[in-house]
């Protein structure tokens, strides 16, 4: 069936967040058409019908399918976290105007967080719940109609009885506001009834009463004539023992000012010290941390003079050795000259001895060439030849065997020469060496000493200064502790004063009547009439300071009622008291006085100005709780004055009330109250007072004896620290001493360092150079050892091929043997020569060999003299650059340790100046405490007069309610005598009044008053009791016109619903008793096709629910909606019901916007748009949609 194109759509969308199993967000956009929810079972769908349910407003969480609301929040899953907060949110279309609001798109949301805050916006805009009932009334739509239907509704309606079944009439006709009214009506007219009953309970006693309390206020008025004259004459009694007090009191006050200006000028002149000494003490500290700045900045000054003094060391050491090593280069150089010079010279004698030899060598040439001659011609045959050729090979042999043998020796002697040259070099080395590491070792130790001793002494110089800083600020301190431990002195004596001032008053009963003072102090003094006595009332309770002024007030002269252990004692003692004419005194007999404690109503204990009963607010022995009940029993204790006259009014002015000001509020409703002076005469808060005394001045004095104790400890601790600096100066001194003496030692060690670093460096150039000639001797020696054994090897085997033919040749050898031997000699002296020409070219070469190397050595020292010499220029400027900053730094520390030596005796001067005016000070103290001792003196005097005074006062304030100045204008020349006189007739004529209700006075016209007022009362209690009559009938009526009528219209809905969902068939409701419409109850009559008619429980299941379903759409027919939910509601019908159901509510689509949660396939068929709710992940609720028109799916958002 073809839907209209321009079909309004009231609920446009539906967006889920964070509600239930919905953790993210999710929109349903809902167009034209059925719009069908479906998923398999624990998917969620139903969700979506408790989100609309609660979005319009569902406050309990059990419809909501939990046991409390923070269950509708999603609380996570095996996946996914808690969410903090749900939110739903309804968008509708307003295009028609429907709702009272000017937007074409109107937004309702709800949202909950965890703490349970909650939230309702419209349009995003924050609203209450209220104004969205009220949005949707008259809208058809709303939590309470039919906008939202669930299988629940299915199912109350089949287990509903018939009288419950007529809530469904009466909610589509819209009565059930009318039953409400009527209910309160009923309830209004109960209430009413049983105020008219009371009235008329009132009326009937107050008419009982006006009667004799006519006759009551009559002698009231004249005993009140009789009790102001009585009272006229007690005043001007009173106001002239006052009188007479005030003259003494004026005397000891004006003694007492006179002190008081001078202990107030004794304090001012202290104080005037005080301020000039805390004055001189700030700047004291100022001075203290200004010298302990310039302590800091000496030392740091002292520390940076020490560093250049160390620097300028290290670098005159190096300026030092610098010198020493050009010293020893020069005297090297001066020797490797002369070393030169002798090389040069020796090389000119062996130039010369060259020459020499040379000549001889030539000579001896020519006379072996002449003997070779000679010797040719012997030699002329060839045995003597080849003897002359062995002769000749054996000589030349046996020379140059003579010449290794006498080189090798020569060779040999040098050799030994230089090993022990080697020998004594090591050993020297050797020598120098371990002197020098046992001087390097003692340099280290010495070097870590003095820096260990320079780092003690910085730490010593550190702890000193702190320990002088700790010092002063301890007795800054100790200088605080003192003032405070002399102001918690005079505080103590201030309180111990005062407290023996009240304890004075309080041992000779100062402020209590004559009587009541002298049976006190005789009981006191064991008299035996009054040992029966317990004492005051004052003495026997215990009262809260905020209550005093209040049970002052209600006892008045009560306080210094006596309270006696039996009618016996206060008989004894008032026989004494007329045996020594001591005055009067009101007694309290235990054993016959008459307590009462009264009864207070409810409305009187619920005001919130009601506090107690006075005798509930005081704490006394159980014994003495008659005495007190009689006393207090009757007395209304309040906060204020506005409490007092309110309870009075509910008591009907019958309770004495007093509040915690003073004020009170007399039985009749007399009122009294005003400002009151509250001085020495106050018993009650001067028993507290000293009992605080006590407790303070115990309190006082072990906080004095703590304070004592932390001065004697700082006194100790400031021993301590003054011991502890000196022991560190002390320390201190030793230390440098020891540094002086070790930097001295440290000094003479490194000088031995370097000059035995120039002697090892001279060792080692000399044992090179041994060591070069050592080695090349040993390589000459080897290759000399070696010819020398060739040489002797042959000479051997010449000599014995010599032999063998010396005997062949004897003859010839004979002669030859002559000239062999000239010949021979003569070699042998030529060889000798060639040798020594040899050797002294081999010396020659040699000479000029060491020339070379001197000369070159000779090169580098200059050179590294020349570097030395720069290096020591550089240190020499460096030591000079040292030596100015030494002088600059010496004047600022110079400069330093002058304006610390000018702040430490401007510091000594401050501190005698100190020292000065805190003996001045105390010498002030003295007599102001000796001032202030007198002061005390006349003020217990004053605070007598003043107590006696207070009390005269205080009786004119309690008893007559007068001041002391309104009492003055009572003054009179009559004597006391003749007034007490005139004052006992009086009360002889009131005694003879008999019993007198003073209160019958005002409570008699109030009475006539107050029985008018209920009169009127009554009158109206009437009227309204028939007004609220004629509203629950017209109520009645209404209810029945509107429920018949709309019983019909429901009635022939169901018919037709009935109809086409049965496809045929008959049902009705029928009315129970019809004579009685706001009672009766509602039967279902159904008729399916093809049965007889019978009662909605006689049909089967699947009928049953049809029924229901049908009897839902009807009530949605007279009751329309312009969008319904269905949440499942034929879950329980059959598959061809399921159709029938279809299709009716698709057909209902085209006029009303149906959203449906189902499973049914029958109903998914029908839908014009399907939406899908799965559980792809656990515990979370997705949604899809599809348009059956186009098949298409798509999540939604």
């Known amino acids: 069936m073809a839907k209209p194109e321009n079909f309004p759509v009231f609920l446009k969308g539906i967006h889920i967040q964070g509600f239930k199993s919905f953790a993210d967000s999710v929109k349903l956009e809902l167009g034209q058409g059925l719009s069908v929810i479906v998923g398999p079972n624990g998917s969620g769908k139903s969700n979506i019908a408790d989100a609309v349910r609660w979005v319009l407003g569902e406050q309990s969480a059990k419809s909501l399918r939990g046991s409390k609301m923070e269950d509708i929040i999603f609380s ?52 209450r719940l209220k104004d969205i009932q009220e949005l949707f009334m008259d809208t058809g739509a709303g939590k309470e109609g039919f906008s939202i239907i669930g299988q629940g509704r299915v199912e109350e309606i089949l287990n509903l009885k018939s009288e419950e079944r007529r809530s469904l009439i009466e909610e589509a006709a819209g009565i059930t506001k009318y039953r409400s009214r009527k209910r309160e009506a009923l309830k209004r007219l109960d209430a009413t009834t049983l105020n008219l009953q009371r009235i008329d309970d009132i009326v009937q006693e107050i008419e009982g009463q006006l009667t004799p309390l006519a006759a009551q206020a009559q002698v009231a008025e004249q005993s009140l004539a009789l009790a102001s004259e009585q009272k006229r004459l007690e005043i001007q009694a009173v106001v002239l023992d006052i009188s007479e007090v005030k003259q003494k009191l004026s005397k000891a006050a004006q003694d007492f000012d006179i002190l008081k200006a001078d202990a107030v000028e004794a304090q001012a002149s202290l104080g005037t010290k005080e301020s000039l000494n805390l004055t001189l003490k700030n700047e004291l500290q100022g001075l203290e941390d200004e010298i302990q700045q310039k302590q800091e900045e000496a030392f740091l000054a002292e520390q940076a003079l020490n560093s250049l003094k160390h620097e300028q060391t290290l670098r005159q050491e190096r300026f030092n050795y610098f010198d020493e090593q050009s010293a020893r280069l020069t005297q090297e ?168 001032a009240l304890q004075s008053l309080e041992d000779s009963l100062e402020g209590y009547q004559r009587g009541v003072r002298e049976v006190m102090l005789a009981k006191k003094k064991g008299i035996n009439p009054c040992q029966g006595l317990c004492g005051t009332v004052v003495d026997l309770i215990t009262v809260d300071e905020k209550y005093e002024l209040a049970l002052e007030t209600a006892l008045g002269a009560g306080m210094q009622n006596v309270v006696a252990e039996n009618e016996q004692a206060a008989k004894q003692a008032i026989a004494y008291l007329k045996a020594h004419q001591l005055g009067r005194v009101t007694f309290l007999p235990l054993d016959v006085i008459q307590g009462h404690r009264m009864s ?143 930097k001295s030692e440290h000094e003479n060690v490194l000088s031995q360092i370097r000059r035995l670093a120039g002697d090892l460096l001279g060792l080692g150039l000399r044992y090179e150079e041994t060591t070069a000639q050592k080695n090349d001797l040993l390589i000459r020696l080897a290759s000399l050892t070696e010819q020398m054994e060739i040489s002797e090897k042959t000479s051997v085997y010449l ?295 019978q009662l909605l429980s006689l049909l089967s299941g699947g009928e049953r629910a049809l029924t229901a379903i049908a009897i839902l759409f009807a009530l949605l027919r007279v009751k329309p909606s312009p969008f319904c939910i269905l949440d499942e509601i034929e879950a329980s019908l059959d598959d061809a019901n399921v159709q029938r159901f279809a299709k009716y509510i698709h057909r209902l689509s085209d006029s009303t916007q149906f959203v449906v949660v189902s499973h049914r396939k029958g109903t998914m068929e029908s839908a014009d748009v399907l939406y899908g709710i799965t559980m792809e992940e656990s515990g979370v609720s997705k949604l899809l949609s599809v348009k059956l028109d186009g098949r298409q799916e798509t999540p939604v958002a």
């Not at 007068?962 to 020349?973: A, N």
């Not at 022939?1052 to 068939?1065: I, P, R, S, Y």
Request: a negative charge.
């Open 76 to 127: 996570g899953s095996t996946q996914r976290r808690p969410v903090g907060m749900a939110e739903v949110s309804l968008i509708f279309d307003n295009t028609t105007g429907i709702f009272p609001l000017d937007f074409r798109e109107v937004t309702i949301t709800r949202r909950v967080y965890r703490d349970g805050e909650g939230q309702y916006l419209i349009n995003k805009a924050a609203c």
């Open 333 to 500: 150089i001066l020797l490797d000259q002369e070393k030169l010079d002798y090389l040069q010279q020796r090389i000119k004698t062996l130039v010369a001895k060259q020459s020499v030899l040379k000549h001889t060598v030539e000579e001896s040439l020519r006379k072996v060439s002449e003997l070779e001659q000679r010797l040719s011609e012997v030699r002329e045959n060839t045995l003597a030849k080849d003897i002359d050729l062995i002769k000749a090979d054996l000589f030349q042999a046996l020379t140059e065997q003579a010449n290794c043998s006498n080189e090798l020796t020569g060779t040999r002697h040098t050799l030994s020469s230089l090993n022990q040259q080697i020998l004594h070099i090591e050993q020297e080395q050797e020598n120098k060496e371990l002197e020098r590491q046992s001087l390097l070792e003692t340099g280290k130790t010495k070097e870590e000493e003095l820096i260990r001793l320079v780092k003690q002494a910085q730490v010593a110089e550190r702890d000193e200064l702190v320990l002088k800083t700790d010092l002063n600020k301890l007795k800054g301190l100790r200088h605080e502790k003192g003032l405070e431990l002399q102001k918690h002195k005079n505080r103590t004596d201030q309180a111990r004063a005062r407290l023996h």
């Open 600 to 742: 207070v109503s409810q409305a009187v204990e619920r005001d919130p100005g009601y506090i107690g009963l006075g005798v509930d607010l005081v704490t006394y022995e159980k014994l003495y709780r008659p005495a007190m009940e009689f006393l207090l029993g009757r007395i209304v204790v309040v906060t204020d004055m506005e409490a007092a006259t309110r309870i009075a009014r509910a008591s009907g002015y019958k309770l004495r009330i007093v509040t915690l000001e003073g004020d009170q509020v007399f039985p009749g409703g007399s009122l009294s109250g005003g400002s009151i002076q509250r001085k020495g005469g106050n018993l009650l808060a001067r028993s507290r007072e000293i009992e605080a005394l006590r407790v303070s001045l115990m309190q006082l004095e072990k906080d004095l004896t703590i304070k004592e104790q932390e001065c004697l400890e700082q006194d100790q601790r400031q021993k301590e620290l003054q011991e502890s600096i000196e022991a560190l100066g002390r320390k201190l001194q030793s230390e440098k001493e020891l540094q002086v003496k070790l």
């Open 799 to 1093: 000599r014995e091929k010599f032999n063998s033919r010396e005997s062949e040749a004897k003859v010839v050898a004979e002669e030859i043997e002559t000239y062999v031997e000239k010949l021979t000699q003569e070699k042998v002296q030529l060889a000798k020569w060639e040798q020594e020409l040899t050797q002294c070219r081999e010396q020659l070469l040699q000479e000029r060999k060491g020339i070379q190397e001197n000369e070159l050595t000779l090169a580098e020292k200059k050179q590294k003299k020349d570097s030395i010499a720069q290096s020591r220029q550089n240190v020499e400027e460096e030591l000079e650059s040292l030596r100015q900053q030494l002088v600059n730094q010496s004047q600022i520390q110079e400069a330093q340790q002058y304006a610390l030596m000018k702040s430490r005796q401007a510091r000594e001067e401050l501190s005698s100046r100190v020292f000065e005016l805190e003996r001045e000070i105390n010498t002030l103290r003295q007599g102001a405490h000796s001032l202030e001792q007198r002061l005390h003196a006349h003020e217990i005097r004053v605070v007598r007069w003043e107590t006696e005074c207070q009390a005269g006062v205080t009786r004119l304030s309690e008893e007559f309610s007068l001041t002391w100045e309104e009492g003055l204008l009572y003054q009179t020349e009559e004597e006391k005598t003749v007034l007490w006189k005139k004052v006992q007739d009086i009360k002889g004529q009131i005694e003879a009044l008999g019993p007198i209700n003073q209160a019958a006075i005002e409570e008699y016209p109030k009475i006539l008053k107050r029985r008018e007022f209920m009169l009127a009362q009554q009158n109206d209690l009437v009227e309204a009791n028939q007004t609220l009559r004629q509203l629950i009938s017209e109520l009645d009526k209404t209810m029945s016109e509107r429920f018949i009528e709309s019983f019909t219209a429901v009635n022939k809905a169901f018919q037709e619903v009935f109809k086409e969902l049965f496809d045929g068939g008959h049902a009705e409701l029928q009315l129970v008793d019809p004579e009685r419409l706001l009672e009766t109850g509602v039967e279902i009559i159904a008729q399916p096709p093809g049965k007889r008619p």
